[in-house]
């Protein structure tokens, strides 16, 4: 599509390319590729990998997967993210030259497509890949990386992926932040600003609920940066607060070896068990650092109050005194602390108040704001390619000064 025949306001015209991370499951980023779809339904979607069950492909509209190499690589389906040193060569493989518009869903490699000069790239940046950047020596502590042989590996290889990183921010044309948070990792990691766009929450689904009950809930995947075993063990030496915890993962029995007796995990279940702990706790810990995190925004949803760790996301979806209290570091002393702090204030939170704080976070805001700033973008895309050439002054003085390039408006104002 020229610059001559662009539409500037109709969407369905494009020809669209959404690259996502991989599809194997349905969780934060991809309830915005649903989204993303709703906007540019005519889209076509690539990942690295896609192993979607049947029961899931409704949000991406059952298409058909655009899908790299790694796919039929051995043991892709569960050993998929062992192969972060080829992801950056099995993104540039995508062909993408046919489309105007380019979206990349963007946590690791996906904004490493390649695209021309002629063609619109969007990145929807949910963060610079994490553990090549700021959380770069945690990720190796965690993994059991920091010494020998497979440590020194580990560290060449992300050494290698953050100068590629750093070159593939250059092609894209527009970023998009979903938090505060992400827009500066993305000024620091990238030199690049970012327009925050909030990512999609489906608050509708959680019911407002005024009577609490005396319990404390936490729902996350059982891995290290949720942090867990910190809200465990802070509860394990509070004998007399009980808490319940939903989720599973890796680490679920070594948290469970944590946990006291007033300390119940459930482990994985389902949305509606979910939701109905979310109604009637007295309120949600959570300890992570996240980008976002749309678990206490689902809390508060439920009318629920957030005792959440003080950076990251949770700044920007929590308000202090009036939907939750913050802990200022992850580490049990600090939780306990802030329980006993909310017991003391515990009756002044208004489950409608904390309820209405929500709606920044709705799916029909997201969809608003996305389609609104994608209009925009697109609009200046092809009316800068539809703007005559720069014109080439020789002009006098200094000559650091001369053969100044200035562009056609400059020159109405000589």
Known sequence: MTAETAPSTDFASLRVAIVHEWLVDYSGSERVVEQMLNVFPQADLYAQVEFLPDKLRGFIRNKKVVTSFIQKLPKARTKYRAYLPLMPLAVE????????????????????????????????????????????????????????????????ILHRIRMWDCRTANGVDEFIAISNYIARRIKKTYRRPSKVIYPPVDTDAFELKTEKENFYLTVSRMVPYKRVDLIVEAFSRMPDKKLVVIGDGPDFRKIRQKAGPNVELLGFRELETVRDYMQRACAFVFAALEDFGIVPVEAQSCGTPVIAYGRGGALETVVEGKTGIFFKEQNPDCIIDAINRFEKIRSRFDPREIQSNTQRFSIKRFESEFRQFMKKTIDLHYARQAAPAPQRLRLKGKPEVRNRIIDNEALKNQ
């Not at 690791?108 to 969007?122: E, F, S």
């Not at 950047?133 to 020194?152: A, C, I, P, V």
Request: glycine share 8%; charged share 20%; net charge neutral.
């Open 93 to 156: 493989q995508f062909d993408l030259s046919d489309y105007d518009l380019v979206i990349s869903s963007n946590h690791a490699v996906a904004k490493g497509v390649i695209t021309g000069p002629d063609q619109l790239h969007v990145c929807m940046c949910y963060s610079p890949i994490r553990y090549a950047w700021d959380l770069t020596h945690q990720y190796l502590r965690e993994s059991g990386l920091t010494k020998g042989l497979k440590g020194w590996l580990a560290k060449i």
